[in-house]
C-alpha cells in the first residue's frame, strides 16, 4: 500500500487518518494556536512530511495529531524546511523533537531576548571563554579548514542589559544525545550540529527570564519520547490543554 494510500484509507478500514482528523478538528486547532498562526499552512506542512517519510506514515495517526497540537500551541511550523520542530518516528509512536531554530524563535517571541545565537566551534577555530565578574567569550573562526567539531555554545543578550552564554563540550553534547530517545535516529542523525545548537540554548535557557510559552517548549522537549500524543490529543479535543506541575497531559477542569 502507498503512502497516500495510508494517508487516505476510508475510516472503515481504521480508526483515523491524518487528514481527515486535520479536517474534523480544523476548528479547535485554531483555538489553540497563538495569534498570527496560519493552522492550515501548519497542516499542509505536517502533511509533507508525513508523505516524505515512510516510517511516519506507519505511526498511529493519534499520536501524530498530538504532536501537532503540541506544535500548533507553540505556533513552531514542522519540518526541516524551518527547522522549528521535527515530528520523529519512534515504532509507531510520533515523537516531536524540537529544534534550535524553533527554540530561537520562542526566545524572541518572550519579548526578553534582544538577540540569542548558537554556534559550532571548530578544532581550528580560535576559541576561549572564563567565568568571572565579567564573563568573557571570544570566537574567532578558521577562514579555511576548520577541522572537526570540539563543541558548542550559546549567547543571549538580554533587553535591558546582561549576557548569558552557555558552553558545551562534545562529552556534553554526546551525553543529551544518548539520553534522547530519538538519539540514533530523526535530526540527531540527519542534522546533528542542528541538535547540538539546541542542546547549548536549552541549557541557556535556564539562566534567562523565560515565559509560558519557552516553559512549555522546554517541558516538551525534556519529554519527548515519554510523552503520550495520542493522550496529548485526547485532552486537548475535549477540553483546555496547558501545562500543571510540570505535565503536559492535564486538560482544564
Not at 540569542?116 to 554556534?119: K, L, Y
Given at each position: 500500500m502507498s503512502i497516500s494510500d495510508k494517508l487516505n484509507t476510508p475510516t472503515s478500514q481504521q480508526p483515523a487518518t491524518v487528514p481527515a482528523m486535520l479536517k474534523q478538528h480544523n476548528a479547535r486547532l485554531k483555538t489553540i494556536a497563538p495569534s498570527g498562526i496560519d493552522v492550515?499552512?501548519?497542516s499542509a506542512a505536517l502533511m509533507a512530511e508525513v508523505r516524505n517519510s515512510p516510517k511516519l506514515a506507519d505511526c498511529n495517526p493519534m499520536s501524530i495529531l498530538g504532536a501537532?497540537?503540541?506544535s500548533t500551541q507553540l505556533g513552531l511550523e514542522p519540518g526541516a524546511a524551518l527547522g522549528h520542530?521535527?515530528?520523529?518516528?519512534f515504532?509507531?509512536?510520533c515523537t516531536l523533537v524540537m529544534g534550535y531554530r524553533g527554540m530561537m524563535e520562542l526566545a524572541y517571541r518572550s519579548g526578553r531576548v534582544q538577540s540569542?545565537?548558537?554556534?559550532v566551534i571548530y578544532q581550528n577555530d580560535e576559541f576561549s571563554y572564563s567565568f568571572g565578574i565579567s564573563d568573557e567569550l571570544s570566537h574567532k573562526p578558521a577562514t579555511d579548514d576548520r577541522g572537526s567539531i570540539t563543541g558548542v555554545y550559546a549567547i543571549a543578550k538580554l533587553v535591558g542589559g546582561g549576557i548569558h552564554f552557555?558552553?558545551?563540550?562534545?562529552a556534553d553534547i554526546e551525553k543529551a544525545r544518548k539520553a534522547s530517545k530519538a538519539g540514533s535516529s530523526?535530526?540527531?542523525r540527519d542534522h546533528f550540529e542542528e541538535m547540538a545548537k539546541k542542546t547549548a540554548i536549552r541549557r541557556l535557557f535556564k539562566y534567562l527570564p523565560i515565559g509560558i510559552e519557552l516553559n512549555r517548549a522546554i517541558v516538551i522537549d525534556e519529554t519527548a519520547g515519554?510523552?503520550?500524543n495520542d493522550k496529548t490529543a485526547e485532552s486537548v479535543l475535549e477540553g483546555d490543554f496547558e501545562i500543571m506541575d510540570g505535565s503536559i497531559d492535564q486538560p482544564v477542569s
Open positions: 492550515n499552512k501548519f501537532f497540537i503540541k520542530c521535527y515530528f520523529v518516528p515504532k509507531s509512536e540569542i545565537a548558537a554556534r552557555e558552553v558545551l563540550s562534545m530523526g535530526p540527531w515519554k510523552q503520550h
